[in-house]
């Protein structure tokens, strides 16, 4: 079975594609299959999401792109900016993962935070496409790993 076990840095023209749901891109260790059938084990550091777009090193020396599978997603339109931001906080306090675009949020289908956003008197329409949430306050900010989680630094006051 193909390994992958490595992110790379650089860019390269990949070999092939990992077609993944967000949920699976969010696992460090799983067994699936490469976009062509193939099947791969993904060892990678823990506490780091693959993004979209992101390139992959297999044991073999071939390159790998990550794709964000479409998933079946809510997502939210507001007329007024402040309506949108209304959502956004409500939603983030329920700790819901969200894509935030210019003009619309969208998070993982669930019936229940429709009404929710609804009741805000915002619309919701449910579609499928890739998800590609924010990758939060935490994570390093490398352009080469959007979304990876390194270590925090604390700073200590007197």
């Not at 997502?75 to 939603?91: G, N």
């Not at 969200?98 to 003009?103: E, K, M, S």
């Not at 915002?122 to 998800?131: A, D």
Request: glycine share 8%.
């Amino acid at each position: 079975m193909l390994t992958i076990s490595q992110r790379l840095q650089e860019a390269r023209k990949p070999d092939g594609q990992l077609i993944l749901p967000y949920e699976a891109r969010c696992r460090s260790r799983l067994r699936t299959k490469l976009a062509d059938g193939e099947n791969v084990a993904v060892f990678l550091a823990r506490g780091q999401v693959l993004r979209g777009g992101e390139l992959l090193l297999t044991d073999d020396g071939r390159v790998i792109e990550v794709r964000a599978a479409p998933e079946v997603v809510s997502t939210v339109r507001a007329s007024e900016p402040l309506q949108l931001l209304r959502a956004a906080y409500h939603l983030g306090n329920r700790h819901v993962v969200l894509q935030i675009g210019a003009d619309w949020l969208r998070y993982l289908h669930d019936h229940v935070l429709d009404d929710l956003v609804r009741g805000l008197g915002l619309s919701v329409i449910m579609e499928e496409t890739p998800f590609e949430p924010e990758a939060g306050a935490y994570a390093v900010h490398d352009p080469h790993r959007v979304g990876s989680v390194g270590e925090v630094s604390h700073q200590h006051l007197p």
